[in-house]
T-cell receptor
Framework: RKEVEQDPGPFNVPEGATVAFNCTYS??????FFWYRQDCRKEPKLLMS???SGNEDGRFTAQLNRASQYISLLIRDSKLSDSATYLC????????????FGDGTTLTVKP | DGGITQSPKYLFRKEGQNVTLSCEQN?????MYWYRQDPGQGLRLIYY???????QKGDIAEGYSVSREKKESFPLTVTSAQKNPTAFYLC?????????????FGSGTRLTVV
């Protein structure tokens, strides 16, 4: 079993749809969690950090469920420009160091 | 603007050659990392360094070497011992303290063995 698992998709949704991705992790001592966005043949870019209290940035909401060991990303009112691969990142520390990346979930938003 | 610069963008290596990938950052970050990404897969850690003149192996260090002589620079050498080096190589940096907010990545180097 992988340390961090994501549904690879692809998720194909129409513009305006709401879509949610989950990412499960096996290390219960994990401390830091992030969602990154990666466009085709580009570097990953930080989308948002994930906190136990949940956090929201515009149309994006991230949640952490420590009891069930998963993080989620919700995208509301999907735009064509949201089409990308979304990587979840899990780290056992609160101050950086070695992280484990999921393989990514691919989202395609269609007109 | 501060950032992290990788060069070259594309690199072609012949069998049996060593090649060095450059990574420079002016973000004043203490930590630097090298990741490898293969098609359809996530990032796998090759090496990382949290202070100058010190570095640790990641999950797939075999066939690679690094140095950290300056805070700003973390070059990666892909040696001839790396049997399947064709991949997308990403360098990243981060702060090292409580409340860190993830990695900043360079734009990557695509290495192809010819």
């Amino acid at each position: 079993r992988k340390e961090v698992e994501q549904d690879p998709g692809p998720f194909n949704v129409p513009e305006g749809a709401t879509v949610a991705f989950n990412c499960t992790y096996s290390n219960s001592a994990s401390q830091s969690f992030f969602w990154y966005r990666q466009d085709c043949r580009k570097e990953p870019k930080l989308l948002m950090s994930v906190y136990s209290s949940g956090n929201e940035d515009g149309r994006f909401t991230a949640q952490l469920n420590r009891a069930s060991q998963y993080i989620s990303l919700l995208i509301r009112d999907s735009k064509l420009s949201d089409s990308a691969t979304y990587l979840c990142v899990v780290n056992p520390h609160t101050n950086a160091g070695k992280s484990t990346f999921g393989d990514g979930t691919t989202l395609t938003v269609k007109p | 603007d501060g950032g992290i610069t990788q060069s070259p963008k594309y690199l072609f290596r012949k069998e049996g050659q060593n090649v060095t990938l450059s990574c420079e950052q002016n973000l004043n970050h203490d930590a630097m990392y090298w990741y490898r990404q293969d098609p359809g897969q996530g990032l796998r850690l090759i090496y990382y360094s949290q202070i100058v003149n010190d570095f640790q192996k990641g999950d797939i260090a075999e066939g690679y070497s690094v140095s950290r002589e300056k805070k700003e620079s973390f070059p990666l050498t892909v040696t001839s011992a790396q049997k399947n080096p064709t991949a997308f190589y990403l360098c990243a940096s981060s702060i090292v303290r409580q409340g860190w907010n993830g990695y900043t990545f360079g734009s990557g180097t695509r290495l192809t063995v010819v």
